[in-house]
């Protein structure tokens, strides 16, 4: 499984292209496993852990592992960094010593934007920056997932040597994905995403603190169940990548939580007075925010597709439906039960990549059992 020598335009034969994948985790992995798709494209993988680059080999996400990293950055058409972003600013920062080839383009998976440009302002090969918006709590090699950027935004932040030319050369490349590509300056994408993603992930890790500080009642963990796990999911991710985007984006997230601590002022001072309508207009005004914001698929950062099943608590019942669901071919990318109480039906929430899917899985479910499917 050593890096073999790649085929190369020989009298009108096809070129293929050599992609160098460096860090094979959730992102770097489900990159490398999309870009299979492309036809033209000879993968080649590297991490810093060597056991994950043998089972991204075993797993046919990769045609070549790199044993040497220098060699076949030399050999790459495309150098893409999926590391933690701290990992990706060092490497960045050492490829200025690498002989690469002149019109490679490199890229990365990171999370922000505005250190890794910074990082890779003087290197005289192309850098276009980018960030798929999808993801999960979930990371290494194993979760790696073909779909997982189908429908998701996908931002690319050009640098200065990037022309409209190297820009479409990165669309291409990155087509297979089924992403859909949106072309951003790093301030506006980490200005943005310490909204959406990184300044949320601080609210999560916080609220589970906050449970974990309660002391009088010990049962309240278990009490933990819906909604306070929906919303503390993100606190599950991998605490070394977020580590490094809250010191990268640290100024972007600070001014973030200024704004929240001016909010929760705001409600503080609602709770003090605790009169009836204010309290529910501050909802009122929420609901129809959230309500407004644009649903999964047509323009929302994350895609995901909720499939509810309405199913009686006994032994068994996931792994026949999860059953029906593989002999129909059918990706889940997550599962989970809503909590209800014991002697009550239960409802399992099975997540879909793509709307295409969920569609499949509700006409299979419905024609295989008794249970009431419902989207939403
Ligand atoms: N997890 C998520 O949902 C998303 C993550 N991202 C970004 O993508 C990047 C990768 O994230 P994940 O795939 O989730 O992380 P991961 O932890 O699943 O994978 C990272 C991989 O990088 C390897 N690595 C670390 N340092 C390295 C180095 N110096 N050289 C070579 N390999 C090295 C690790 O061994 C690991 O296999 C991060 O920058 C993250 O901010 C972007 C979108 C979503
Ligand atoms: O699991 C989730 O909902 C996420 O938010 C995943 C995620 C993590 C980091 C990103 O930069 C983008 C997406």
Same mark, same amino acid.
């Given at each position: 499984?050593?890096?073999?020598?790649?085929?190369?335009?020989?009298?009108?034969?096809?070129?293929?292209?050599?992609?160098?994948?460096? $860090?094979?985790?959730?992102?770097?992995?489900? +990159?490398?496993?999309?870009?299979? #798709?492309?036809?033209?494209?000879?993968? @080649?993988?590297?991490?810093?852990?060597? &056991?994950?680059? #043998?089972?991204?080999?075993?797993?046919?996400?990769?045609?070549?592992?790199?044993?040497?990293?220098?060699?076949?950055?030399?050999?790459?058409? *495309?150098?893409?960094?999926?590391?933690?972003? $701290?990992?990706?600013?060092?490497?960045?920062?050492?490829?200025?010593?690498?002989?690469?080839?002149?019109?490679?383009?490199?890229?990365?998976?990171?999370?922000?934007?505005?250190?890794?440009?910074?990082?890779?302002?003087?290197?005289?090969?192309? @850098?276009?920056?980018?960030?798929?918006?999808?993801?999960?709590?979930?990371?290494?090699?194993?979760? /790696?997932?073909?779909?997982?950027?189908?429908?998701?935004?996908?931002?690319?932040?050009?640098?200065?040597?990037?022309?409209?030319?190297?820009?479409?050369?990165?669309?291409? +490349?990155?087509?297979?994905?089924?992403?859909?590509?949106?072309?951003?300056?790093?301030? =506006?994408?980490?200005?943005?995403?310490?909204?959406?993603?990184? *300044? !949320?992930? &601080?609210?999560?890790?916080?609220?589970?603190?906050?449970?974990?500080?309660?002391?009088?009642?010990?049962?309240?963990?278990?009490?933990?169940?819906?909604?306070?796990?929906?919303?503390?999911?993100?606190?599950?991710?991998? !605490?070394?990548?977020? %580590?490094?985007?809250?010191?990268?984006?640290?100024?972007?997230?600070?001014?973030?939580?200024? +704004?929240?601590?001016?909010?929760?002022?705001?409600?503080?001072?609602?709770? =003090?007075?605790?009169?009836?309508?204010?309290?529910?207009?501050? *909802?009122?005004?929420?609901?129809?925010?959230?309500?407004?914001?644009?649903?999964?698929?047509?323009?929302?950062?994350?895609?995901? @597709?909720?499939?509810?099943?309405?199913?009686?608590?006994?032994?068994?019942?996931?792994?026949? &439906?999860? $059953?029906?669901?593989?002999?129909?071919?059918?990706?889940?990318?997550?599962? %989970?039960? &809503?909590?209800?109480?014991?002697?009550?039906?239960?409802?399992?929430?099975?997540?879909?990549?793509?709307?295409?899917?969920?569609?499949? /899985?509700?006409?299979?479910?419905?024609? #295989?059992?008794?249970?009431?499917?419902?989207?939403?």
């Amino acid at each position: 499984m050593a890096a073999g020598s790649v085929k190369r335009q020989q009298g009108g034969r096809t070129v293929k292209k050599n992609i160098l994948v460096i $860090g094979l985790g959730l992102i770097g992995g489900s +990159l490398a496993k999309a870009l299979m #798709r492309h036809g033209d494209a000879v993968i @080649f993988g590297y991490d810093a852990d060597a &056991l994950t680059v #043998r089972k991204a080999y075993k797993m046919g996400i990769i045609h070549h592992a790199a044993l040497s990293l220098e060699e076949a950055a030399a050999e790459a058409d *495309f150098i893409i960094l999926a590391t933690p972003v $701290g990992a990706a600013k060092k490497l960045l920062q050492q490829s200025q010593y690498w002989k690469l080839k002149d019109d490679v383009i490199i890229s990365d998976t990171g999370s922000t934007k505005m250190e890794i440009m910074e990082a890779a302002a003087n290197l005289k090969y192309i @850098f276009i920056g980018g960030h798929p918006m999808a993801g999960s709590h979930k990371s290494g090699v194993e979760a /790696a997932k073909e779909v997982l950027f189908e429908n998701a935004f996908y931002i690319l932040t050009p640098g200065r040597l990037a022309g409209d030319a190297h820009i479409e050369k990165m669309k291409e +490349l990155l087509s297979v994905t089924k992403a859909k590509i949106q072309v951003l300056t790093a301030k =506006e994408h980490d200005h943005m995403t310490s909204i959406v993603s990184h *300044f !949320p992930h &601080l609210i999560a890790a916080s609220l589970v603190h906050q449970l974990d500080r309660e002391q009088e009642y010990p049962f309240t963990k278990q009490l933990a169940a819906g909604g306070f796990r929906d919303i503390t999911r993100i606190a599950s991710s991998d !605490p070394t990548m977020w %580590r490094d985007i809250t010191t990268q984006n640290n100024g972007m997230i600070t001014a973030q939580l200024k +704004l929240w601590i001016e909010e929760m002022t705001k409600l503080k001072n609602l709770l =003090e007075v605790n009169e009836e309508e204010p309290i529910r207009q501050y *909802f009122e005004k929420a609901k129809s925010v959230r309500d407004q914001l644009p649903i999964a698929g047509h323009g929302a950062m994350y895609s995901i @597709f909720d499939l509810y099943v309405d199913i009686p608590d006994v032994p068994g019942i996931i792994s026949e &439906l999860t $059953g029906y669901l593989a002999e129909a071919q059918i990706s889940i990318v997550n599962l %989970r039960i &809503l909590e209800t109480r014991e002697d009550v039906f239960g409802i399992l929430v099975i997540s879909f990549q793509t709307a295409e899917d969920r569609e499949k /899985a509700k006409q299979c479910i419905t024609e #295989r059992t008794v249970y009431d499917v419902y989207i939403s």
